[in-house]
């Protein structure tokens, strides 16, 4: 039902003449959430550094369909947002992947490299959520080796900030909020990884067609 009524609001702000180019607005909101970022480890992270994980983050939200900010989220809580931060359970990087587990998805990358390292946790955290039927809580411990409540605290109140960002620069520059995500469900409005690998196929087709991107604004509240 909610994606038959986003459809139709596509449909009108395209006979409306109301389409938003997306990458414009994606950039500024990315450098606000880097500059969130490169203040929030009080600048030991550079700006132009910070903007180089968000980008990996959102591609890499892209292609696993989990929500960017949480991913930020993670690289947080696991790193402090250190691309060559280490432990001596052997876990490495902005999402501390830990290689000896798996080498299938690193392949002959370098995981030290902040965009593989960043694909990889994302694809980690895919592969819990779907094991676990979509499940995040659960998802979230077996990606923490099983951290308790202080690290979904911290997780969360992360989350709660950059989402804060993210909507003030959208308010602040008139664009449209779209609510894809919630904290407990980092799934594209709910849709299985297929799902929306399917439609986001659709969605770029469209886009190409009328040379933009449209954007919908929903209200915050219904996707919680």
């Known amino acids: 039902m909610l994606q038959l009524f986003r459809n139709l609001i596509i449909a009108l702000m395209v006979t409306l003449g109301l389409g938003t180019a997306h990458a414009a607005n994606e950039t500024g909101m990315h450098n606000a959430l880097a500059k969130w970022v490169s203040a929030s480890t009080k600048n030991r992270v550079s700006i132009d550094t910070a903007t180089q994980y968000v980008h990996a983050a959102y591609k890499a939200a892209d292609k696993w369909n989990i929500d960017p900010l949480l991913l930020l989220s993670f690289m947080k809580a696991e790193s402090n947002y ?124 469209v886009a190409a067609a009328q040379h933009d991107v449209i954007y919908v604004a929903y209200v915050e509240s219904l996707m919680r």
Request: hydrophobic letters at 35%; aromatic letters at 10%.
């Open 82 to 205: 250190q691309a060559k931060a280490g432990n001596s359970y052997g876990a490495r990087g902005l999402m501390q992947v830990v290689p000896r587990y798996h080498r299938e998805k690193i392949e002959k990358r370098n995981i030290l490299d902040y965009k593989t390292n960043i694909d990889v946790g994302a694809e980690i955290l895919n592969e819990y959520l779907q094991l676990h039927k979509e499940n995040f809580h659960v998802a979230m411990k077996r990606y923490s080796g099983g951290a308790g409540k202080a690290y979904k605290a911290r997780i969360q109140a992360t989350y709660k900030e950059l989402k804060d960002v993210a909507i003030g620069w959208k308010m602040d520059n008139q664009a449209p909020i779209i609510a894809e995500h919630s904290f407990t469900k980092p799934r594209r409005y709910g849709e299985s990884i297929a799902q929306y690998q399917e439609a986001a196929q659709r969605e770029r087709a």
